[in-house]
């Protein structure tokens, strides 16, 4: 039996949730989506997800310590979606633990596809870690 692949999408925006579940749900990939951090840490203690998807539609300083504490405790990719940054802002967002960063406004086919490449990076990594050390 195949393991399904779990996606969480975080963010407030509707519309670009149901866009990113059309183009990456399927029989095989689960695409969940939570709208406060709370929620969305309550998913990642209840499932192991293969990637996060971060939608910030305000400031990028409030999000850092969520990456942060992401990137600490879970291995899985983050994807952040965000409005037009300053570079040391997408700097600082790499700091803290983000894998990619695509501007708004994005297309839903190139984010599937960037969160594609990065969850068969990170199923790539986890089967390599279990040959070496399992």
Known sequence: MKIKKRILVLGDDLTFFQSAKDFMANSSTEVSYAMSVKEALNYLLSSEYCIVIICISLSV?????????????????????????????KVALFHAGANACLERPVDAALCAAQARSLIQLYSDAKLADKKVFG
């Open 61 to 89: 300083d409030s999000s850092i310590e969520f990456f942060r504490l992401v990137r600490e405790t879970y291995l899985m990719p983050i994807l952040v979606i965000a409005p037009k940054l300053r570079v040391s802002e």
